[in-house]
């Protein structure tokens, strides 16, 4: 059985309210971080490939699923989940206004597969009672504070696929 993920308590305000008290929200703590060579290397440690082809295959993936991203493609990587683009723009009344200048920026999304995401139904939950804390970075209630995604089919999906 897995450990339970800690948690922190933080007060988060309504930011159109904000004359209004703040209600309680749970805040995932995370327990450390792990580079892709330290993955690599326990991943070297229950197979025949040695990390360094790791480390190289999981690069030469990073840089097709950039290319996958700009041709509009949707990157299915297995039983991990997949990647696509969603694009935020102005709206206008009439379609033959809307141009490409109307385009405000664009998003890579993450959705899980089912094997992940039924995971999340699994964890256990303990209220952080150390001095460990992770600061309030958001007010939105849906996201994770420790990571900028909320986890289901938004964030950046791991990290940053603009630099190729």
Same mark, same amino acid.
């Given at each position: 059985m897995s450990k339970a993920v800690l948690i922190n308590v933080v007060e988060k305000k309504n930011p159109s309210k904000r004359s209004e008290p703040g209600k309680f929200y749970a805040s995932a703590l995370t327990s450390g971080e792990k580079n892709i060579e330290e993955i690599a290397e326990e991943i070297e440690g229950s197979c025949t490939v040695t990390s360094q082809d790791i480390v190289a295959v999981i690069e030469a993936l990073r840089k097709r699923i950039i290319r996958g991203l700009q041709n509009g493609e949707i990157m299915r990587i297995g039983n991990i989940g997949y990647f696509r683009l969603s694009i935020c723009s102005q709206g206008t009344v009439k379609k033959e206004d809307f @141009?490409? @200048?109307? +385009?405000?920026?664009?998003? +890579?999304?993450? $959705?899980?597969? $089912? $094997? %992940?995401?039924?995971? %999340?139904k699994t964890l256990n939950y303990e209220l952080n009672k150390g001095t460990a804390t992770v600061p309030d970075t958001t007010t939105d209630t849906g996201t994770d504070n420790t990571s900028g995604n909320t986890g289901g089919t938004g964030g950046t999906g791991g990290g940053d696929m603009a630099g190729a």
């Amino acid at each position: 059985m897995s450990k339970a993920v800690l948690i922190n308590v933080v007060e988060k305000k309504n930011p159109s309210k904000r004359s209004e008290p703040g209600k309680f929200y749970a805040s995932a703590l995370t327990s450390g971080e792990k580079n892709i060579e330290e993955i690599a290397e326990e991943i070297e440690g229950s197979c025949t490939v040695t990390s360094q082809d790791i480390v190289a295959v999981i690069e030469a993936l990073r840089k097709r699923i950039i290319r996958g991203l700009q041709n509009g493609e949707i990157m299915r990587i297995g039983n991990i989940g997949y990647f696509r683009l969603s694009i935020c723009s102005q709206g206008t009344v009439k379609k033959e206004d809307f @141009n490409v @200048n109307c +385009i405000k920026r664009a998003k +890579i999304l993450f $959705t899980p597969c $089912t $094997t %992940l995401r039924d995971m %999340l139904k699994t964890l256990n939950y303990e209220l952080n009672k150390g001095t460990a804390t992770v600061p309030d970075t958001t007010t939105d209630t849906g996201t994770d504070n420790t990571s900028g995604n909320t986890g289901g089919t938004g964030g950046t999906g791991g990290g940053d696929m603009a630099g190729a």
